[in-house]
């Protein structure tokens, strides 16, 4: 049994984990077009790391609206909160 919803946790964190990479992305890119076009989309493409560490920062500075950020780093540690809990009842 505690396997089985080691799995759980597990598939749910992993899914967490991906919608809000996927979405918040989205959303920095939106956020980077708005200010510097097309051009900037590509360069924040190519340049992934830096796009979903800064533009949810520069968002909520820019333009107060902090949902980015909250969205992008509350969802990242909920998932990761989820996988250690998968990984430790999968220990046990």
Known sequence: ???????????LAVVIG???GVIGFIL????IAREWGFGGVVLGIALAPVTFLA????????YGNW????????G??????LYTIAGLLAKA
Do not use: K, N, Q
């Open 67 to 74: 949902s980015l950020l909250i969205l992008e780093y509350g």
């Open 55 to 62: 533009a949810p920062i520069y968002a909520g500075i820019a």
């Open 28 to 31: 920095c890119c939106s956020v």
């Open 1 to 11: 049994m505690r396997l089985l919803f080691s799995v759980i946790l597990h598939a």
């Open 76 to 81: 990242s540690f909920v998932a990761f909160i």
């Open 18 to 20: 991906l919608a809000v």
